[in-house]
């Protein structure tokens, strides 16, 4: 049985733009912790290889730090370590995959073309390629396990994009995978976690990027751990202990501060929200908000998409479809003494009057 642990698009160096300078220092310097973390769960899980596959780097741009904690940790995680270089990263003469040392365990895929490693320990193929340019045509089309390896554990480390068959990114479809001959087929490109899937008798997985670094990658994230025995491939997916970005709506009401604290998690300290305040209200103000709430967050951000209150009863009786249809229903609102009745009355004057002014009508 072979272990192994895929990650993908960690994007080390990210700008972290939307941060200010001192927060998108730090972190960065989580970005390099994550690589610690990485390979202390292949050392724990006793992992024979460790897949990465793709955008490792975020761009040409790297510091020195970044690589040397990149080889003291690779070389250290117990593993035979293969990189496939992807659109964010690719292979170039001033790429740090050609310019600077390695350990002997990291193999990095430096060819367009497919490229086969043999292991006699774990007895495995590992197969891979290199974006050689920020796009790259199809990279997988065409290939199929050799008749020589089929009775080999064949494995590929790819990044690639199987959402649109015209994609820059080599696209990837599910009929070159189900002809690939391929055991596990090791993808990087997609930042959001994919359930594995099997084409043909080839499983294949993306784990989406193991750290968010904005407000379209939230949520948990983290990376797969898997066994290859023969033909069979089974994989779990493990969260890491990472910095989350979380959007959350809240309905201002008459104290948004109260309904802010009512509807955040207890543990968010050291996460990263966006919370957009929802709902009708006379006015928000965002400055003192933030001045109050700012320290429960790593970093925040308010968002006022609040709507002025409706005055329901105001044209009730006027000589119009809106009027009279208000009139009713508050002539229904005086007769009744039953809450819930009262309720249901004021939601149906609500839901004319949005309408009538060109609202997009409120959920009951």
């Given at each position: 049985?072979?272990?192994?642990?895929?990650?993908?698009?960690?994007?080390?160096?990210?700008?972290?733009?939307?941060?200010?300078?001192?927060?998108?220092?730090?972190?960065?310097?989580?970005?390099?912790?994550?690589?610690?973390?990485?390979?202390?769960?292949?050392?724990?899980?006793?992992?024979?290889?460790?897949?990465?596959?793709?955008d490792?780097?975020?761009?040409?741009?790297?510091?020195?730090?970044?690589?040397?904690?990149?080889r003291?940790?690779?070389?250290?995680?117990?593993?035979?370590?293969?990189?496939?270089?992807g659109?964010h990263?690719?292979?170039?003469?001033?790429?740090?995959?050609?310019?600077?040392?390695?350990?002997?365990?990291?193999?990095?895929?430096?060819?367009?073309?497919?490229?086969a490693?043999v292991?006699r320990?774990?007895?495995?193929?590992?197969?891979?390629?290199?974006?050689?340019?920020?796009?790259?045509?199809?990279?997988?089309?065409?290939?199929?396990?050799?008749?020589?390896?089929?009775?080999?554990?064949n494995?590929?480390?790819?990044?690639?994009?199987a959402?649109?068959?015209?994609?820059?990114?080599?696209?990837?479809t599910?009929?070159e995978?189900?002809?690939?001959?391929?055991?596990?087929?090791a993808?990087?490109?997609t930042?959001?976690?994919?359930?594995?899937?099997t084409?043909?008798?080839?499983?294949?997985?993306?784990?989406?990027?193991p750290?968010?670094?904005?407000?379209?990658?939230?949520g948990?994230?983290?990376?797969?751990?898997?066994?290859?025995?023969?033909?069979?491939v089974?994989?779990?997916?493990?969260?890491?202990?990472?910095?989350?970005?979380?959007i959350?709506?809240?309905?201002?009401?008459e104290?948004?501060?109260?309904?802010?604290?009512?509807?955040?998690?207890?543990?968010?300290?050291?996460?990263?929200?966006?919370?957009?305040?929802?709902?009708?209200?006379?006015?928000?103000?965002?400055?003192?908000l933030?001045?109050?709430?700012?320290?429960?967050?790593?970093?925040?951000?308010?968002?006022?998409?609040?709507?002025?209150?409706?005055?329901l009863?105001?044209?009730?009786g006027?000589?119009?479809?809106?009027g009279?249809?208000?009139?009713?229903l508050?002539?229904?609102?005086?007769?009744?003494e039953?809450?819930?009745?009262?309720?249901?009355?004021?939601?149906a004057?609500?839901?004319?009057?949005?309408?009538?002014?060109?609202?997009?009508?409120?959920?009951?």
């Amino acid at each position: 049985m072979i272990k192994f642990l895929h990650a993908a698009d960690l994007h080390l160096d990210s700008t972290f733009a939307a941060l200010d300078p001192r927060q998108a220092a730090l972190r960065r310097q989580e970005q390099r912790r994550l690589v610690t973390e990485l390979c202390r769960l292949c050392r724990e899980n006793e992992c024979d290889l460790l897949l990465l596959s793709g955008d490792l780097f975020d761009g040409r741009r790297v510091y020195l730090d970044t690589l040397d904690t990149l080889r003291d940790e690779l070389s250290e995680c117990g593993a035979q370590v293969f990189i496939a270089p992807g659109n964010h990263d690719p292979i170039g003469p001033t790429s740090p995959y050609l310019t600077q040392a390695w350990p002997e365990n990291v193999h990095i895929f430096t060819n367009a073309g497919i490229e086969a490693i043999v292991l006699r320990e774990p007895a495995c193929v590992v197969y891979g390629a290199a974006f050689t340019s920020p796009s790259m045509p199809p990279l997988l089309r065409g290939f199929r396990v050799p008749e020589e390896n089929i009775d080999y554990v064949n494995f590929m480390v790819l990044h690639g994009d199987a959402a649109q068959a015209d994609s820059p990114y080599n696209p990837i479809t599910k009929e070159e995978i189900a002809q690939s001959g391929l055991t596990y087929l090791a993808l990087g490109h997609t930042h959001l976690r994919g359930a594995p899937e099997t084409a043909g008798g080839t499983v294949y997985a993306w784990p989406g990027c193991p750290m968010g670094r904005g407000f379209d990658e939230t949520g948990v994230k983290g990376v797969y751990l898997g066994t290859a025995d023969g033909g069979s491939v089974e994989l779990r997916f493990v969260p890491l202990s990472v910095r989350r970005y979380e959007i959350l709506c809240v309905e201002a009401g008459e104290d948004p501060y109260a309904a802010i604290l009512e509807a955040i998690p207890e543990n968010c300290a050291e996460d990263i929200y966006r919370i957009i305040l929802t709902g009708e209200s006379e006015g928000v103000d965002i400055p003192a908000l933030e001045a109050a709430l700012g320290d429960r967050f790593y970093a925040l951000q308010l968002r006022d998409e609040t709507v002025p209150p409706l005055e329901l009863w105001t044209r009730c009786g006027d000589e119009t479809l809106e009027g009279l249809s208000l009139q009713t229903l508050r002539q229904a609102l005086d007769r009744s003494e039953n809450p819930r009745q009262r309720r249901l009355i004021e939601l149906a004057a609500r839901r004319i009057a949005e309408v009538c002014e060109g609202r997009e009508a409120s959920a009951l």
